[in-house]
């Protein structure tokens, strides 16, 4: 019988609002497969602050690889889907690599949604958030306040203005909030 060290992790599950670790923690790294994960730097007084963003496809974690814990606390602002990284044991530096340049650009996306237009920042993140098929589940108002430094009023009618010009229209998605699910119109349309 394999020793709890050595069993296979197993992909998790985390519902939005969830953390998945603390700043500070041990862990290892995963890959998120589905999902939206936020990231927040937590001072000493406990105060947290908005850091970044991991989305599908990203590694979390790889921190622990070098440091041994985790930098960041991370909660779910979607349904998420972690599987363990690295498959089959061991880091593969190729994919580690192409993780971290997409974080790198996201970094910079991001950078850009906290200036300008208050409905450019929102349509911003909605577009880096939207999905192959054109679907993006929303995080909550406050969390979209967070990343684009707007407020929660001002999230709340720009996203009723983006539905009254069509350019995002409710959809139904399984366990998704009816107010957080829509499709993005296409940018010829």
Known sequence: MPSP???????????????????????????VSEGVIRFDHVAADGQ?????????GDIIGCETLLLGCYT???TALTHCRLDPWPEGGSADNATLLASL????????DLVALRGGQASDRVLGLIR?????????VLPTRQDIADITALRFETISRIVKQLER????????LDGVHATRSFALASPAG
Do not use: C, M, Y
């Not at 992790?9 to 790294?29: D, F, L, M, T």
């Not at 947290?48 to 599908?56: G, K, P, R, T």
């Not at 880096?128 to 993006?136: A, F, I």
């Open 165 to 172: 010009s069509a350019v995002i229209r409710p959809i139904r």
């Open 128 to 136: 880096l958030l939207t999905d192959p098929n054109g679907r993006v």
């Open 48 to 56: 947290a602050a908005f850091a970044s963003l991991a989305i599908a």
């Open 5 to 31: 060290h050595n069993r296979p992790r197993q992909a998790r599950q985390a519902a939005p609002g969830a953390e998945i670790h603390a700043a500070g923690s041990e862990g290892k790294a995963w890959r």
């Open 101 to 108: 340049s997409r974080a790198q650009q996201r970094a910079a």
């Open 72 to 74: 960041f606390r991370a």
